[in-house]
C-alpha cells in the first residue's frame, strides 16, 4: 500500500459550555460535539522520490497549501516523530467545508492525515496515542480522530465517546464571513454562566435515551460573543426559527449556525427555499 484515502467529517457542537480559564489563556470547556455528513477528503501517498519533503495540493476552496496549512502541520508533525516516515509525503486535499465556520474544517483534515501516515507505515498507533498527537496541532484535533458522538473537556482535547446518537436532520447556514476563533474567545475572557443543562446532565440524558429531546437546554455559550460581533448571526437564528425546527443553534465559534428538524425532508425544504444567495446552505445528518 503506498495510498490512502480517508474522509474527514465536520463536526458540530451540539452543547457547549465555557467553564474556566487556564493560565496559558487556553478556555475549559465541555462540549458535546457530533460528525455530520459533510467531508472533506484526502489522498496521502508516500513519495520516495521526494527525500523528507512534503508536497501538498489544495482542489476546491483558496487556502494555503503551505506550513499554514493544518494538513501540512500535521504531516510534519508525523515525519517529525517516526523515522518509518521517510519518504516525502505527497496529499491532495480536496475542500468542501466551509473554512472558520465552526464545523473543525482543518481540525478534521490534521485527523485525517494522521490517520492515512498510521495506515500508510503501519505505526500502531492507537486512538489515544493519535488523539494526543492531535492535540499537539489544535483542541478540535482529538475529537476528529475518532468523531462520531463525544463529550469533550479540557481545552477540549479530553474525549470521552459517547453511543452514536440515532440520525438528526439537520439545517447548515453558513453566511458568507469566517470567525475567527482566537476572536472570540478573547472576547470571552473567563467563566461564562451556564444556561439550560450542563454538558454532563445531557450526556447522561442522552445514553439512556440515545436521541435528543430538545426541552432539556442544549446550548453554546459563545454564541452571544459572536452574536454581538456579529448580528447577522442571530438573524439566521430567527430567520431559521420561523421554519419551525426543533431547535436552533449556533456552532463552534459560528458563525454557521444549525436548525434540527425531525425528518429530512423538512430539512432539505428549507435548503430549497432559502432566500439568502450569499449564504451556504446545507441539508445533512448525524454520522457515525
Ligand atoms: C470552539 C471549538 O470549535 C469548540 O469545539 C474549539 O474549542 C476550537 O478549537 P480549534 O479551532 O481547534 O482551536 P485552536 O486552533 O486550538 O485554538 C484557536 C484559538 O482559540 C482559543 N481557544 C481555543 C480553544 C480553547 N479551549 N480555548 C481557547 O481559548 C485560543 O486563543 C487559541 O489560540
Ligand atoms: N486544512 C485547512 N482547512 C481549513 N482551514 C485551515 C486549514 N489549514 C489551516 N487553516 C486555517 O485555519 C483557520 C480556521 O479554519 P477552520 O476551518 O479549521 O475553522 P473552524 O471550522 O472555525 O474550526 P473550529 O470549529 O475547530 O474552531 C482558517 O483561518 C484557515 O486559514
Known amino acids: 500500500m503506498n495510498r490512502v484515502e480517508e474522509r474527514a467529517p465536520a463536526k458540530i457542537n451540539l452543547h457547549l459550555d465555557v467553564i474556566g480559564r487556564r493560565s496559558d489563556g487556553y478556555h475549559r470547556l465541555e462540549t458535546i460535539m457530533q460528525s455530520i455528513s459533510l467531508y472533506d477528503r484526502l489522498l496521502v501517498a508516500a513519495n520516495k522520490n521526494r527525500g523528507d519533503r512534503i508536497k501538498l495540493e489544495v482542489r476546491g476552496k483558496e487556502l494555503p497549501a503551505d506550513r499554514d496549512n493544518l494538513v501540512w502541520q500535521a504531516a510534519s508533525l ?41 495506515r500508510l507505515f503501519d505505526l500502531g498507533l492507537s486512538r489515544s496515542g493519535l488523539e494526543k498527537l492531535g492535540a499537539e496541532l489544535g483542541a478540535d484535533v482529538p475529537f476528529c480522530i475518532s468523531g462520531g458522538t463525544a463529550l469533550a473537556r479540557g481545552a477540549g482535547e479530553k474525549i470521552t465517546p459517547l453511543s452514536p446518537l440515532l440520525n438528526q436532520p439537520l439545517v447548515l447556514v ?71 425546527p426543533l431547535h436552533v443553534q449556533m456552532t463552534g465559534s459560528g458563525p454557521t449556525v444549525m436548525a434540527f428538524f425531525d425528518e429530512k425532508r423538512r430539512a432539505e425544504e428549507v435548503k430549497k427555499t432559502w432566500s439568502e444567495e450569499d449564504d451556504e446552505v446545507y441539508a445533512l445528518e448525524f454520522v457515525k
Open 78 to 118: 508525523m515525519m517529525n516523530k517516526f523515522a518509518a516516515v521517510k519518504p516525502g509525503l505527497e496529499i491532495v486535499l480536496d475542500k468542501k467545508i466551509p473554512v472558520a465556520a465552526g464545523l473543525a474544517g482543518g481540525s478534521t483534515d490534521a485527523a485525517a492525515v494522521l490517520r492515512a501516515v498510521n
Open 174 to 244: 453558513k453566511p458568507p464571513f469566517s470567525v475567527s476563533t482566537r476572536q472570540i474567545f478573547a472576547e470571552v475572557s473567563g467563566r461564562v454562566d451556564r444556561e439550560g443543562a450542563s454538558a454532563s446532565e445531557l450526556v447522561e440524558l442522552i445514553e439512556e435515551k440515545v436521541s435528543i429531546s430538545w426541552q432539556e437546554g442544549w446550548h453554546n455559550a459563545l454564541e452571544s460573543f459572536t452574536c454581538r460581533l456579529y448580528p447577522r448571526v442571530c438573524e439566521i437564528k430567527e430567520k431559521l426559527e420561523s421554519f419551525d
